[in-house]
Every structure is written in C-alpha cells, then in structure tokens.
C-alpha cells in the first residue's frame, strides 16, 4: 500500500488476522498496537491473513478485514500475503520435525478426549486442556496401520522436544525475559485432521519467512510463544522480540471475540462512524462504555 523506499529494515511487524468472522474492536486496538509499533520506529507494517483453516476462513471476511483497516487509516506495506497461498510451503518442516522423531499420530476424537479431561482434573492449560497424551506412546507400525483408514493428526511431543533443546529464553518487551515452559501446553497439534499445517507452526514459519523482527500481538497468546520459541530452536529459526498488548474486556470482564457477538467494525464502517477518530481515541485510552483495557 504504501511505498517502503525510505523503511527502516530492521523493524519488520505484522497484523495477522484469521478471516474466520467480522473484526471488533478488540482487533482494532491490537492492529493500531501493531502499526503504531512500526511507524513510531519507522518500520514496516505487513498484513498477512491467516487462512489457513479452509472450514472456517471466507472471502467476505477478508474483503471486510481490509475495507474495515483502510478505514481506520491503518496502511500496510507491500502486498496482502495470504497462509492459503503457502499451503505447501508448510510440508517441509513437517518432515523435518517427523524425521526428528518428534511428531506423532493421534487418533483421538472430541469424545475421547473430554472422557480423558474429565477424568484427569490437572488437564487445564492457559489455551484450554492440556491433550492427556492418550496416543503418544502407541505402537508406530500399528498407528501406521490405523492412519490407512482412520483419520488422525499429528501432535509434537512436547517433553521430547524439550528433551533435545533445553530450557529456552525469549524477551517480552512489555513483561521481561521470559524462560519457556512449552510443557504447559502439552502437545499441540501442528498438522490437524483436515489441514496441512496448523497455527503454531504455520506462524512460526511465517513470521522467519516475511521477516518478522517484532511480533506484536495480544496477550492471549502470550503463552503459545513458548510453542513458537520451542520450533524456533527445533528448526533453527530466528527468534523475533516479542510484545504482548494487553486486551480489550468487555463489562464481564471478558475479552471481546468473535463468538461472542462483540459489536464488529464493519457495522460502525457502514454505519458511518469515523474510523480515523475511532483509531485516535483507541490510542488515547478512550474506550466506548463497559470496555476497558486488561
Ligand atoms: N491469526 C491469529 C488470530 O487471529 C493471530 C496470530 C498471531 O498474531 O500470532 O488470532
């Protein structure tokens, strides 16, 4: 969008938005964080859509994620990149970390693993239950005899890993040097049943492959760093700095979301509000009634 002749390079960002439903306000502020971290720094802007996840991204709501940033005044550099031009870009790692022996197959359903959560009350992690493991140990040649008909995904041995990399550190500039602990996670999907690559490895590879050197992002997935910074060091990728914003909360107290009917941008767009002025009282810590910061 705009012209990147006179960026600095050395401070690359990026918006990262899942078209997977109409932006709130709670993107808003994460996307002026973002750009207003680069452009203060004089940097780049990127926006790369995340849609990866063909089940849930739709066209209309990539086409209202860059109506809605064009008019809250919020330029990017150079063009939209988009996951699902990169599906097969993915394949590789996944083959490395497989050679690795570091991958395996899981064939648990949503019913089985609420059976396993249910009965192991330790199972919560910061992003929901922690996967109790149930496939980890299964015989390789029977899993391999189970995938020819049953449908699986492939889960990253966490301990394992962590085995072979050792604790590992990553810097927050908002809340300070951190030490990962990835095994609060447990592990994590990174090739889904019905995808070739799954969010936490797709944005790590991502944010190595546009150059990211500062990820700015919500506090929400603060604790998935540990993952991205443990995949770092696995594939002997850079390890960007990082900065957590914190969230916009709604009057319960919970964090504005898709699902949750929070009031979307593109209504207030059409509605003819000023998205410029929005933008403005956002960075001045002016928020609408019942909204508050984290
Ligand atoms: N695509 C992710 C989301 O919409 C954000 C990814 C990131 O910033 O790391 O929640």
Redesign the pocket.
């Known amino acids: 969008m705009t012209s990147s002749t006179h960026l600095n390079r050395d401070i690359v960002v990026?918006?990262?938005?899942?078209p997977?439903g109409l932006l709130h306000l709670g993107?808003a502020y994460?996307a002026m964080v973002?750009h207003d971290y680069a452009r203060e720094r004089g940097g780049q802007f990127l926006l790369?859509i995340?849609d990866i996840d063909s089940g849930r991204s739709r066209p209309h709501f990539v086409e209202s994620i860059l109506a809605d940033l064009q008019w809250l005044g919020l330029q990017w550099d150079g063009d939209v990149i988009f996951q699902s031009d990169r599906l097969e870009s993915y394949a590789g790692a996944v083959e490395r970390l497989q050679a690795m022996d570091l991958l395996y197959r899981c064939f648990c359903t949503r019913t089985s693993m609420r059976q396993a959560q249910a009965d192991d009350s330790q199972a919560e992690g910061p992003n929901g239950p922690i996967y109790a493991g149930i496939c980890r140990h299964l015989n390789p040649e029977l899993a391999r005899q189970r995938a020819a008909t049953e449908p699986h995904c492939w889960r990253l041995d966490v301990a394992k890993a962590i085995a072979m990399t050792g604790p590992l550190e990553w810097l927050d500039e908002r809340h300070g040097k951190q030490v990962t602990c990835a095994e609060k996670l447990g592990d994590v999907v990174l090739v889904p049943k019905d995808m070739p690559v799954a969010?936490h490895l797709a944005?790590t590879l991502d944010?190595t492959r546009d150059g990211i050197t500062h990820?700015?992002?919500?506090d929400?997935?603060f604790a998935?760093t540990d993952i991205?910074r443990l995949l770092q060091a696995l594939l002997d990728l850079p390890t960007p700095v990082y900065f957590h914003h914190p969230l916009l909360l709604d009057a319960s107290g919970a964090k504005l979301s898709k699902s949750r009917d929070s009031a979307s941008l593109s209504v207030l767009r059409t509605a003819g509000r000023s998205g410029y002025q929005l933008i403005e009282e956002l960075r001045q810590g002016i928020f609408p009634v019942g909204i508050s910061l984290s």
């Open positions: 990026r918006f990262a938005p899942s997977n993107h994460a973002a790369r995340e969010y944005v944010d990820v700015v992002r919500g929400d997935l998935s991205h």
